[in-house]
T-cell receptor, first 114, second 115 residues
Framework: SAVISQKPSRDICQRGTSLTIQCQVD?????MFWYRQQPGQSLTLIAT?????????ESGFVIDKFPISRPNLTFSTLTVSNMSPEDSSIYLC???????????FGPGTRLTVL | AQSVTQLDSHVSVSEGTPVLLRCNYS??????LFWYVQHPNKGLQLLLK??????LVKGINGFEAEFKKSETSFHLTKPSAHMSDAAEYFC?????????????FGKGTRLHILP
């Protein structure tokens, strides 16, 4: 299986600040994704992180608010910019591992914005 | 485009009784279907997956699901519930996950196990 780690595991931030979340995979993968899970809700896809090019964002999510980097096939970052309390969520990194025909998820980053 | 509907937001069963979590999907292709479980304050874990092989799929912890194309359903079942099964369950669909199609999550079903 693909093992995914995320940093930080949780954080409490002030309104107006930014937080960068890191995602590290133990193997090279083509497709990496970032999801948001708001309290008591399901997962919503924010964007697909593309290696060597700009991320592909879903409707309702924009690059200025959620800039994403993907410098190589094992690492990605998601920044939550100019945070407000509505950004309080769990943010999850995910990869699609072709050999296993399966999508794997990181443990998530629990963000609370005051 | 694909979509997925979990018909119940909450399901309560007594320990030792059968579990049924319902999921219907819509897909333009032969979809891949998954069930994930999320225990409180834990990460997502794959229970089982259907990818066009056998229609009855067996997963971990005694769970299984049957792909019924005629009914566009992929319901999750377990013969006998255990207290440790209390969690949130997500049905997930993707038309062509390895062709770049999105993977769509259902809204989730919270399973409560009564002693």
């Amino acid at each position: 299986s693909a093992v995914i780690s995320q940093k930080p595991s949780r954080d409490i931030c002030q309104r107006g600040t930014s937080l960068t979340i890191q995602c590290q995979v133990d193997s090279q993968v083509t497709m990496m994704f970032w999801y948001r899970q708001q309290p008591g809700q399901s997962l919503t896809l924010i964007a697909t992180a593309n290696q060597g090019s700009e991320a592909t964002y879903e409707s309702g999510f924009v690059i200025d608010k959620f800039p994403i980097s993907r410098p190589n096939l094992t690492f990605s970052t998601l920044t939550v910019s100019n945070m407000s309390p509505e950004d309080s969520s769990i943010y999850l990194c995910s990869v699609l591992a072709v050999p296993y025909n399966e999508q794997f998820f990181g443990p998530g980053t629990r963000l609370t914005v005051l | 485009a694909q979509s997925v509907t979990q018909l119940d937001s909450h399901v309560s069963v007594s320990e030792g009784t059968p579990v049924l979590l319902r999921c219907n999907y819509s897909s333009s292709y032969s979809p891949s279907l998954f069930w994930y479980v999320q225990h409180p304050n834990k990460g997502l874990q794959l229970l089982l997956k259907y990818t066009s092989a056998a229609t009855l799929v067996k997963g971990i912890n005694g769970f299984e699901a049957e792909f019924k194309k005629s009914e566009t359903s992929f319901h999750l079942t377990k013969p006998s519930a255990h207290m440790s099964d209390a969690a949130e369950y997500f049905c997930v669909v993707s038309d062509r996950p390895f062709a770049g199609d999105k993977i769509i999550f259902g809204k989730g079903t919270r399973l409560h196990i009564l002693p």
